[in-house]
Every structure is written in structure tokens, then in C-alpha cells.
């Protein structure tokens, strides 16, 4: 039998934490250049009145409370709030189009949206026609007027007219959260408390973290593994998190908030591999040398201690090489990082071994915004890198081989109290997701190794056949490929075709210093990657880093181009996944003529 949760709902996890770490800090934000932190208590304190505050505005039981705000105190005081009442969260990102919030807006049926500013308050106030139930509009930051009400008025009402905290049932909706939609419209998953309450629970089994943990937060709380494994994961553990101020800040945030924990995903872990690379080389002499080495002796100390052996020299140099390399190398990150929990995609076993290799721990998880999200994990005392780890307590994995019809590898099934209520009012989709039994179908595929580890190879939607009737799954190569500090994005194509291509974004920065070393001057971004040995840097690149692919895998040809993947221009999705079908619709032509 599963293990009782821990938390039953999301309101109890909040009421514990308050109680027990009231004079803890919780939220670290960066205010004229001094980060200031909030308590539990002075938290807990805004949570009630938000609560009351909502409910003087006609909020109840079974409403929905939209956000359209990046991470910051607010975002977690109007989950709580929302929650005590009874009412379903719905999280939206800034970055998005008009058209975007108007869709999930209208399909939740919202009757209150909480916004980060006065921009973003004017854009929701155009589309309030086609929003009947849309009532209430709270700016986060500025003043209200006569279509909104500002943050600190609602506190306001709330101090007024007190409100007590409902318990909601384990199967009331907390979260709408809305799928990135890669293709079409956005689902939105239905989580239950006792999904992520689950979730969290397992959490508190698995990794006992300490109050004196700290996070510097940049993962969207809007996510289902930013939402589930760092707010509400750290917050019932009593530990704190500093908000970055943004993604190009990040490295110097580190150095300020001088984190124990990192939650990221894959690309932000590259980033960090490919920049350490580029610098090391950049120096070279005996920096690049001792750097060398001290890579060199972890991966014999690790390879010893797979066979139960060690060696005292290779511990007396990681020794050295910890206190001389490694521990300069940590302090860039504040110095205190010891843990680094990766999701969302598959992390390169390269990738995760140097970062293990730097003394920071390297955990990969698994799941879905359908499994709330974790479904597996490796832990404390059950890691492998290179896996996705086991199933959670109380969570099932089955591996269903008739949906490739290959011998170890098929589709990923997940069972478990983290499974989704279902996505709202597409019951056409519940259909093609669930089981008879209520299994989740992931779409991911993978196997299972003799001790229960979990191995993702690929996703069904994304896996082609090339003439020759071999299976390519595209993303594992790319992340390959992406360990190239030329190499900044890329997307392999081949459906239907001789072989595979791709199209290749250069790092241009670091072309451009090559180019320089080699005597090659250009006059844009164009002339430069149309050049003969740049384009030979690249065959060889390519070359290079698909070693081990099997031959039908390898990338024939490609296109150069310089313009990256963001979300600004559509081709990511606000998790950090190719939207292949717009990419596709930018470059398909490009890649056609790739075959001529």
C-alpha cells in the first residue's frame, strides 16, 4: 500500500509552514540593489488578507484566480490565498500574446486576474468584452483606476473583514495549469490538491532538506516543476529562495544569494558547461591543464567506486584539485551549491557528469505537468546518472512495448495519486491519455533497467522514420549536438527522407572569436556563417559530437543560421521546448532544399 501523504491539500501545507518557520526568510528580492527578505510570518500575514480581500470581492468556493506575473512574492501569496478559499489557481506567463491570455482566460472561465503592471492591466482591460466572466483585475505593481484594483487595496479589504482559511478536499482543482501547446491550443490540466500535496509529500520522504536550504528562483512558477518542486517543495520544508531578477542575471545572482539547491533545466545546466569550457580554453596554460586533470581524476574515482574499489591517490588529488579548482569554480556560483535537481527534459549524461564532477550533485527527475509533475526521480543513496531515476512512493511506471513494438523500449506509463484530474472540458483527450485502469500514457518513450531505473529514448510525437525505415527520436541528438560551444540551438529533420539535416544556430559570439583567430573577417552575421571555413568548423563539429550516433542517426547536411530559438519569436515554448511545427513554418524551405 502507498504511504499516507504527508499533506493532504495545499492549504494545510501552507498553515503548517507559517506556524513552524514564522520568523525563517521565505522570498529574497532584489530592491535597489540590496536583497530583502520576507518571513514566513510577514508572508503568512499577507496570504490571510489577500484571502479576506478576494472574498470582499466576490470571490468564493470553486472560482478561478488567474496570474499574469513572472515570479515574485505576489504570485505565491495569491496561490495560498486562492486556495484558502477554495478557489483554483490559473497561471499565465508575461511573455505571452494577447491572443494566448484571451484564450486560457476564456476557457477557465476566470473571474479574476491578477497582473504584474499597469501594461499588462491595459492589454487585459481591451479583451474584457470577450471576457464575461471576468470581474476583478488586481495590478500587482501601480495604482488601480475604474476598470482594476491595486494589490495593496485588496490587503486593505482583507485587514478589514477577516476571512478563515477553508480545508479543501483532496480532489477540489488547485491548479489549472496550461500545456505549452507545442501544436494548437493549449490544454488545461486539472491538478488536484492531493496531486501536488503527493508530490510534495514525496519530497519530504526522498530529499530531507534543511531550513538553512536556499534556491535562487528562475524557473516560472507557472510550470508544474517550478510550481511543485521549488515553491511549494521548499516552502513546506521551511527553506527560503532568492528571485532572480533575470535570466541574463542569474550568474551574478548565484554569487548573491549564495544558494545550497538548483532547480533548473537541461539548457540552463549547458549554459554553465559550454561557458566553463569556453573559459578554460580561453585561458589555457596550466589553468586549462589542472582543469583537465581534476575532470580526469573524478571520472576515475567515480569508475573505481562503480567496481566497489578506490584508489588513495585519486582521493588525495580530488582532495587538491577540490580545495584549487572545483571550489574557485563553486564560488562563481555563491559557493555554497550542493544539489542541483534537473527536469523538464533529458539532461546530457556528459552535462551531468561534470557537473557532478564540480562537487555539485546533479539529480534528474522525470514527469509531466499531467503527473504534477514528478513521476520518478533518483535520490540520496539511488542515483544513476544518466537515468531519470525510480518511481516515487506510492507512483507505478509500466513501460507499454505494443506502442513501438520493440522488444525493451515503449511507451511510458505512469500510475500514482499524481496522476491529473483530466484536461478541462477536452474529454475527446482524456480518451487518448488515460488507461482503462487510470493510467496516465506519457507519450515519452523509455525502458526500465533490472533495478526499476528509468531511461527516456524519445517522445512518440516526435519520432520519424527516414526511407530506409529506421526510427530517428530527434531530441536526444540535438542535446548531443548542443554540447558544442559553437553550436547554441539546433533541430534534426528527416521524416520521410534519405537522412537526417539540420538546422544548426551558431553560439555567433564564439564563431566570431574563432574567426578572428583564424584571420577571418566578415562584415555581418550572414557573410560570416556563408563562409567556406566556417562551414568546415561546423562539418567537423557535427562530425565531432555525433561520434556515437548510429550511422542512419548522423546529420548529412545542414543549414547555419544565427537567429537563436526564444520564446520572443515563437520557436520555444514558455518551458523551453522547440516548437518544431514553427520552426518548420520559418526554415522548412531551407531544409527541403537540403535534399536537391
Not at 531511461?455 to 558544442?484: C, D, F, M, Q, W
Request: with cysteine; proline share 4%; glycine share 8%.
Amino acid at each position: 500500500m502507498p504511504q499516507e501523504p504527508k499533506f493532504r491539500n495545499l492549504v494545510q501545507l501552507y498553515q503548517h509552514a507559517v506556524k513552524r518557520y514564522p520568523m525563517r526568510p521565505l522570498f529574497g528580492t532584489k530592491v535597489s540593489g540590496t536583497w530583502r527578505w520576507m518571513t514566513y510570518s510577514e508572508f503568512g500575514a499577507q496570504v490571510d488578507q489577500f484571502r479576506a480581500g478576494l472574498v470582499a470581492l466576490g470571490i468564493q468556493k470553486g472560482d478561478r484566480v488567474a496570474v499574469i506575473c513572472d515570479n515574485r512574492p505576489e504570485w505565491a501569496i495569491g496561490a495560498y490565498a486562492a486556495y484558502g478559499i477554495g478557489a483554483s489557481y490559473v497561471a499565465m506567463y508575461e511573455a505571452q500574446a494577447d491572443k494566448e491570455w484571451l484564450y486560457i482566460l476564456s476557457d477557465c472561465g476566470a473571474q479574476a486576474v491578477m497582473v504584474a503592471n499597469e501594461k499588462i492591466r491595459d492589454r487585459i482591460v481591451a479583451l474584457k468584452a470577450q471576457l464575461p466572466a471576468l470581474s476583478q483585475v488586481i495590478v500587482l505593481t501601480g495604482r488601480g483606476d475604474a476598470d482594476s484594483i491595486a494589490f495593496p487595496d485588496v490587503l486593505a479589504k482583507g485587514r478589514e473583514n477577516p476571512v478563515p482559511a477553508i480545508e479543501p478536499a483532496g480532489e477540489d482543482i488547485s491548479a489549472f495549469i496550461y500545456t505549452s501547446g507545442t501544436t494548437g491550443n493549449p490544454k488545461g490540466v486539472l491538478l488536484s490538491h492531493t496531486n501536488i500535496a503527493s508530490n510534495v509529500s514525496a519530497m519530504h520522504e526522498l530529499f530531507p532538506m534543511a531550513q538553512e536550504d536556499r534556491s535562487l528562483s528562475f524557473l516560472p512558477w507557472a510550470h508544474s516543476f517550478g510550481q511543485t518542486v521549488e515553491l511549494h517543495g521548499l516552502l513546506s520544508m521551511g527553506a527560503s529562495m532568492g528571485i532572480a531578477e533575470a535570466v541574463e542575471k542569474i550568474i551574478d545572482n548565484l554569487a548573491e544569494v549564495r544558494p545550497t539547491l538548483l532547480f533548473s533545466v537541461p539548457r540552463i545546466f549547458n549554459k554553465i558547461y559550454d561557458s566553463l569550457h569556453k573559459r578554460m580554453a580561453n585561458e589555457g596554460g596550466i589553468t586549462k591543464k589542472l582543469f583537465d586533470i581534476a575532470l580526469a581524476n573524478e571520472t576515475k574515482r567515480k569508475e573505481l567506486a562503480q567496481h566497489g574499489k578506490s584508489s588513495a591517490l585519486a582521493e588525495l588529488m580530488h582532495t587538491f584539485f577540490d580545495r584549487i579548482v572545483f571550489a574557485k569554480i563553486r564560488a562563481r556560483f555563491g559557493g555554497r551549491l550542493k544539489y542541483a535537481f534537473s527536469g523538464g527534459a533529458a539532461i546530457s549524461k556528459e552535462v551531468a557528469e561534470f557537473v557532478d564532477n564540480l562537487g555539485i550533485l546533479v539529480y534528474e527527475g522525470y514527469g509531466l505537468t499531467e503527473t504534477s509533475p514528478i513521476a520518478t526521480a533518483n535520490w540520496p543513496g539511488t542515483r544513476k546518472i544518466g537515468s531519470v531515476g525510480k518511481a516515487l512512493p506510492g507512483v507505478r511506471v509500466v513501460i507499454d512495448k505494443e506502442a513501438t513494438g520493440e522488444a525493451k523500449n515503449g511507451e511510458i506509463i505512469v500510475y500514482g495519486p499524481n496522476i491529473m484530474l483530466g484536461y478541462h472540458g477536452l474529454p475527446e483527450e482524456d480518451e487518448k491519455v488515460f488507461t482503462s485502469d487510470r493510467g496516465f500514457r506519457t507519450g515519452d518513450t523509455g525502458y526500465l533497467d533490472d533495478e526499476g531505473f528509468l531511461y527516456i529514448t524519445g517522445r512518440i510525437k516526435e519520432l520519424y522514420k527516414l526511407e530506409n525505415g529506421k526510427y530517428v527520436s530527434p531530441a536526444p541528438l540535438e542535446e548531443h549536438l548542443k554540447l558544442s560551444s559553437f553550436i547554441a540551438n539546433v533541430m534534426v529533420y528527416g521524416d520521410n527522407k534519405p537522412f537526417n539535416v539540420a538546422l544548426v544556430v551558431a553560439d555567433v559570439d564564439s564563431v566570431k572569436r574563432w574567426a578572428a583567430d583564424q584571420g577571418i573577417s566578415a562584415s555581418d552575421n550572414t557573410t560570416l556563417l556563408e563562409n567556406e571555413r566556417v562551414r568546415k568548423l561546423f562539418d567537423d563539429e557535427l562530425d565531432k559530437f555525433s561520434a556515437e550516433f548510429k550511422h542512419f542517426e548522423k546529420i548529412r547536411k545542414f543549414t547555419l543560421v544565427a537567429e537563436d530559438f526564444t520564446t520572443q519569436n515563437d520557436m520555444l515554448t514558455p518551458s523551453l521546448k522547440v516548437k518544431r511545427r514553427v520552426v518548420m513554418n520559418r526554415y522548412g524551405k531551407a531544409l527541403a532544399s537540403l535534399y536537391t
